[in-house]
């Protein structure tokens, strides 16, 4: 079983900046698009960006758009989210998956297995 393992949140004031990582078990990485998701107090876990199996691709929710990178570094297993400019409403746990599919269907895409996600809280 593929194993996820976020970090690299916490605690910026508004305007502040954060780089997660994710890092990815699993032989099928390489091969698999990846995508962050963000689950905030009382709502449900919604998409934020994609990146396709080599990293030509890049998707992104609307309202990270400008804001929010997607990247990925295959020899070391791991997916970024460089995140600028944040906002209070980007608060939030983010987790990333993925798996063997086209990076569009991330966003849609259902899960069996969450990592634990990576708090990220920003203050006004």
């Known amino acids: 079983q593929v194993q996820l393992v976020e970090s690299g949140g916490g605690l910026v004031q508004a305007g502040g900046s954060l780089r997660l990582s994710c890092a990815a078990s699993?032989?099928?990485?390489?091969?698999?698009?990846m995508g962050w998701f963000r689950q905030a107090p009382g709502k449900e876990r919604e998409f934020v960006a994609a990146i396709n199996w080599n990293g030509g691709n890049t998707y992104y929710a609307e309202f990270v758009k400008g804001r929010f990178t997607i990247s990925r570094d295959n020899a070391k297993n791991t997916v970024y989210l460089e995140m600028n400019n944040l906002k209070p409403e980007d608060t939030a746990v983010y987790y990333c998956n993925g798996g063997p599919m086209v990076a569009t269907y991330i966003r849609q895409a259902k899960f069996d297995y969450w990592g634990q996600g990576t708090q990220v809280t920003v203050s006004s």
């Open positions: 699993g032989r099928t990485f390489r091969t698999s698009a």
